[in-house]
């Protein structure tokens, strides 16, 4: 068939027939590229004879001069000659319908609707696509109106007509007429954005089955008038959040299937909602009434075990505490608590909070990894000692040491057989008191419903959904409601969950729940339920252990009621069961989020590269309110001031409490300078008003600061940084602010990056980590009698450091005390080498704060010495600056430990920082080091040398020893001598060198 548009008279008549419909027509030839223009009132991109002109005006952004900006890019997708092709190879006719969208018409843009045709029949030259165009009339521009609006919330509208598979684009996207295209219109929509990778390939399945005509139809069904769905798809070629609203309209009927489809994006408020899920679900590692570890966090050890490829050797001792349960019948939960607190207190004491768990309610372990055998043997000695001097054992533990095992369950299972081998011994002992555990622990029993029918739950409309919104409230309780006349009890959903319930709904319910109640508690559990049962006892309330789905048992106590009818006659048995193996990550004190959930606070932010601005304060001298006023008293300050931290920070931050008197304040937003203004507000509310009940106790503060945006540390680190900080703040500056990076010379990024790598260091043992040694000389002869060791570190990034640049830093680190430890060992190593020839040969070694307060510190330096057999007189520990702010009582206390062994002890720098004086006539010491501070120009400082010469007749008068320090050159060596000091330590002996080079000064 010839083209019939040669003939200009025709083309002119078909203009002037369509012209009062339609602004703009136009014929392609979707085959050849031919482009004929039919009608055009302003000429946009007609003046082009085949379509490759057209598309090329458009791809090159040209076509926005006629097309208004906002429809532009629809406008180009709707006349894609590969989607019309490949709708008219599915049977298409009509391509698009109504398609709405402003086109310049003269000088200013209009409203118009556009519909594409194709022919029915080809041409012998190609298929024809019919192209027009034409004004909307001012009541669609109603319509177009209140989609405009509409479009603000949502980024896609359509009008689904499922009855007669009829769907209509009102905003964004491209569905098709079904009875033309012969596919399911919506369904076919779905797939092409799944293959297009519109939507997340996770969220695919999911939202193919929910937004398909079937399911739709069958969720309106059953009544419902609002059916949501959330997923992520790409917008600006990045995936979002979404939620597609599906809404029916007000006449939708079996024969009227009608709903409109909403997508609006959600991402900001959606994301803030699952970084808040995150956090809560990150806030779950801590015990909050012992604040040791809890099952979470030793399920993660187990699990970091079990992955090592090398696994190093365990100590496990598994404690369950005796005599609970007797305890809180008698005395109540109160008092059952304070005693868990003791126990825990115990543990700590002797084998320090690293390594102690709370995984159940009356159940505490520890675990030493890479541990000694003849070490972890002095440990369970020693607490064997001290549970053997009291009256009645507060637990009964197993004890196990593997040098090598497959997964810390193993060794635990055979700790815990000891452990109720060990219960029989003390209820042997006292066979006054009932005992709580069974010798062996029941596994594999059967948990299922009934074999028969499951009977019917009467539906409660209201009451029901009541039900259902308590029990979605808390994790912790566990609510449930029995129907007495059916025997079925509906549980909340957590309750299915956390102890493996057959389901939601469960017929005899209490044959069910007595398999999972530990053998031993049964007897009590089905005494009391008998007894209110049979109106002996209004209230059910027992505490039994209940199995929960991981075969762990759990404490709880389960508490309930008979409700009646109107005639008197039983209705329904509800109650709650308060599961005491979960817990909430908040300090029970302040209620404000606990040290656990500070840590993962940075983690998170860490995992998300997420800028985070750190303010840690503490309360200097709170000792003093706990011993005037009571530890009650104590405690009523610390909440009122974590009120106000609070009140100050609002919705900007989380205030979380750390250990003892310390918060921290965590923010998004904060600025260096908005810091210190919060701080300042801070001080001046705990000088002027804080305190319980009206009472004014001022606080003096101290804190430090850190801005961190993602450099490249781990939480330790950025932890230590800001405590270290905070120390500054304690220290040197009258407790103003101090940031981390205004402590530095360096820039504070490099910084961070030095003390990130210095951490990993210490952690994979040692590395990078050596010992240099300077002479301590006979300050007579000038002849070395000693050696003090000194730390250094290297690294190819770095070079040498200098420990001025780590050690105070590292000071605030848990992992310095395995370092410390590794100093000790190493440079006692070293000294024997040197015994071998100088067998009075002594070596000083500098103990820090860190390290004495630590439980562990005692044995560590006692197996130190036996696996060394270095002589402990030959010992003398330095302490440095920060031992001298410690509470003098405890000091004193450790240090007469080490005097019993016959290790000697001196005070480094004496004379400087912090008032020492006191400490001469407190302390067990041997030796006054003087700081080279007070030797630096001496010969000429008057005032320096009668410090010197004061310090030096002090240490002589009290029988103590002394060593001057900061002896650089022979003048200075000969001067010296009129102070009559015992030892001299400086260059002009040697500068701190390797045990090689320090071999070679012996000579």
Not at 862 to 868: A, E, W
Request: hydrophobic letters at 35%.
């Amino acid at each position: 068939m010839e083209t019939s548009f040669d003939n200009k008279d025709y083309k002119k008549q078909v203009q002037d027939i369509l012209y009062d419909n339609y602004i703009k027509l136009a014929l392609v030839n979707i085959d050849t590229g031919e482009y004929i223009s039919i009608i055009s009132v302003d000429g946009n991109a007609d003046r082009f004879d085949r379509i490759d002109g057209v598309s090329a005006y458009f791809r090159e952004n040209r076509g926005m001069e006629c097309c208004h900006p906002d429809e532009v890019r629809e406008f180009a997708l709707m006349c894609d000659m590969k989607h019309i092709r490949k709708l008219i190879d599915a049977g298409a006719r009509s391509i698009v319908r109504n398609f709405r969208f402003r086109l310049r018409l003269g000088s200013d843009y209009e409203w118009v609707a556009m519909d594409i045709e194709v022919e029915k029949e080809p041409r012998e030259d190609g298929q024809w696509v019919l192209f027009g165009m034409k004004r909307v009339s001012p009541e669609s521009l109603v319509l177009e109106d209140s989609i405009r609006v509409l479009t603000k919330a949502y980024r896609r509208i359509f009008r689904i007509d499922v009855t007669h598979n009829v769907c209509e684009t009102l905003r964004g996207g491209y569905i098709r007429n079904k009875d033309e295209v012969k596919q399911d219109c919506l369904t076919d929509y779905m797939e092409e954005m799944a293959s297009c990778g519109d939507i997340y390939p996770e969220d695919v399945a999911r939202v193919k089955k929910c937004l398909s005509p079937r399911f739709l139809t069958s969720f309106f069904a059953n009544g419902h008038d609002r059916f949501t769905i959330r997923y992520k798809r790409k917008m600006d070629m990045v995936y979002r959040w979404v939620m597609t609203e599906i809404i029916p309209t007000a006449d939708y009927r079996e024969d009227n299937k009608v709903f409109y489809l909403y997508t609006r994006d959600i991402h900001e408020e959606y994301s803030a909602n699952i970084e808040k899920q995150e956090l809560l679900e990150f806030y779950s590692y801590k015990d909050a009434l012992t604040h040791l570890s809890n099952r979470n966090s030793f399920n993660i050890l187990c699990d970091v075990y079990a992955g090592r490829d090398e696994k190093p050797p365990v100590g496990f001792i598994f404690n369950d505490v005796n005599k609970l349960k007797y305890v809180n019948d008698h005395y109540g939960h109160k008092e059952g608590d304070l005693y868990l607190q003791r126990v825990s207190q115990m543990l700590v004491q002797q084998f320090g909070e690293n390594v102690c768990y709370r995984i159940s309610g009356d159940e505490f372990v520890v675990v030493i990894i890479d541990v000694t055998e003849q070490a972890f043997g002095s440990m369970v000695a020693r607490y064997r000692e001290v549970l053997e001097g009291q009256e009645e054992a507060p637990v009964s533990y197993g004890a196990v040491w593997k040098a090598s095992t497959d997964t810390i369950d193993q060794i635990m299972n055979e700790a815990e057989r000891l452990m109720y081998e060990d219960k029989m011994r003390f209820y042997a002992k006292h066979p006054e008191v009932k005992r709580r555990e069974s010798v062996e622990k029941e596994t594999g029993l059967a948990v299922g419903a009934d074999g028969g029918d499951i009977h019917h739950y009467r539906n409660l409309g209201k009451t029901d959904r009541i039900f259902d919104a308590l029990a979605a409230t808390t994790l912790r309780n566990f609510i449930f409601m029995n129907d007495l006349d059916t025997n079925v009890t509906k549980w909340s959903a957590s309750a299915v969950d956390y102890f493996g319930l057959p389901g939601q709904y469960i017929y005899d319910t209490q044959k069910v729940w007595e398999d999972l109640i530990h053998p031993e508690d049964r007897a009590v559990f089905e005494k009391d339920i008998e007894d209110v049962f049979a109106g002996r006892k209004k209230y059910h309330d027992v505490e039994y252990r209940m199995r929960n789905k991981k075969g762990e048992y759990v404490v709880c106590t389960c508490r309930g009621l008979i409700t009646k009818k109107e005639n008197g006659d039983p209705e329904f048995f509800v109650g709650t069961v308060i599961n005491h193996g979960v817990i909430d990550g908040v300090d029970p004190v302040t209620n404000l989020h606990n040290q656990q959930e500070y840590t993962k606070y940075i983690l998170h932010h860490l995992s998300n590269k997420q800028t985070m601005s750190i303010i840690t304060i503490g309360i200097s001298m709170f000792n003093s309110i706990n011993m005037m006023y009571g530890y009650a008293y104590g405690n009523s300050v610390l909440k009122d001031f974590a009120t106000k931290l609070k009140n100050i920070v609002g919705g900007r931050g989380l205030v979380f409490r750390l250990d003892g008197a310390k918060f921290a304040i965590c923010s998004n937003v904060y600025t260096r300078q908005e810091m210190q203004e919060v701080y300042r507000h801070i001080q001046n509310l705990a000088l002027e008003n804080v305190g319980p009940s009206g009472t004014s106790i001022p606080l003096k503060l101290y804190a430090g600061g850190l801005v961190y945006d993602h450099v490249g540390a781990d939480a330790d680190v950025i932890k230590s940084s800001v405590e270290y900080a905070m120390e500054r703040s304690k220290e040197d500056n009258h407790g103003e602010l101090v940031f981390f990076n205004e402590q530095i010379k360096d820039n504070d990024r490099l910084r961070l990056k030095l003390y990130s790598t210095i951490h990993k260091c210490v952690t994979n043992n040692m590395e990078g980590f050596f010992m240099c040694y300077q002479p301590i000389a006979n300050s007579e002869t000038g002849h070395i009698v000693g050696m003090e060791a000194l730390l250094r570190w290297q690294h190819k990034d770095f070079g040498v450091v200098p420990p001025g640049m780590f050690i105070p830093w590292l000071e605030m680190e848990p992992c310095f005390f395995e370092l410390g430890n590794w100093i000790i060992e190493r440079s006692l190593t070293d000294a024997m080498e040197i015994r071998r020839t100088r067998p009075d040969f002594v070596v000083n070694v500098n103990i820090s704060a860190t390290q004495l307060e630590n439980h562990g510190f005692r044995q560590a330096v006692v197996d130190i010495l036996n696996r060394t057999k270095y002589p402990p007189q030959y010992l003398c520990m330095e302490l440095t600056e920060r031992c001298k702010n410690m509470d003098i009582a405890f000091l004193k206390n450790e240090l007469e430990f080490f005097r019993k062994l016959g290790v000697k002890i001196a005070i480094d720098d004496f004379g400087t920082g912090n008032a020492t004086l006191n400490l001469l006539t407190e302390l067990p010491i041997d030796e006054l080091k003087v700081d080279m501070s007070f030797v630096r120009g001496i010969q000429e400082s008057k005032p320096n040398q009668v410090l010197v010469q004061a310090i030096v007749s002090c240490a002589h008068e009290l029988g103590y020893k002394s060593c001057i320090e900061g002896v650089e050159d022979k003048a200075l060596f000969d001067y010296l001598h009129r102070y009559g000091s015992t030892y001299y330590q400086g260059y002009h002996f040697s500068r701190p060198v390797t045990l090689d080079e320090f071999k070679k000064l012996l000579c």
